[in-house]
Nanobody, 127 residues
Framework: QVQLVESGGGLVQAGGSLRLSCAAS????????MGWFRQAPGKEREVVVR???????????DYADSVKGRFICSRDNAKNTVDLQMNSLKPEDTAVYYC?????????????????WGQGTQVTVSS
């Protein structure tokens, strides 16, 4: 079992920044691919970024086009955390953000590929 707890959400003005953190406990964190998802009111949950390893142990992060160049995902396997630095925030970034852990080292975008989910943290960007 892996338990995930997100933190760092809140209210920010457009153009501002927030940093979300996801703390993992349980089984070996470093073996899991990770993803950040978000769900805006009235919309389906969508992937923001997915991270894992390609080839041997080459770390990668694949961002959705809507956040590319503004969001940066980083993970610290020693601390069992994966963070999402969100810059130049827009009102359309308003959503509940979830981190998720996947048994796949190179997870895709489908929610079914992720085995564990956090409870979510609200991010609200005012115009």
């Amino acid at each position: 079992q892996v338990q995930l707890v997100e933190s760092g959400g809140g209210l920010v003005q457009a153009g501002g920044s927030l940093r979300l953190s996801c703390a993992a406990s349980g089984r070996t964190f470093s073996s899991y691919g990770m993803g950040w998802f978000r769900q805006a009111p009235g919309k389906e949950r969508e992937v923001v970024v997915r991270t894992g390893w390609s080839g041997g142990n080459t770390y990668y992060a694949d961002y959705a086009d809507s956040v590319k160049g503004r969001f940066i995902c980083s993970r610290d396997n020693a601390k069992n955390t994966v963070d999402l630095q969100m810059n130049s925030l827009k009102p359309e970034d308003t959503a509940v953000y979830y981190c998720a852990a996947s048994r796949f080292r190179k997870p895709g975008t489908a929610e079914s590929e992720y085995d564990y989910w956090g409870q979510g943290t609200q991010v609200t960007v005012s115009s």
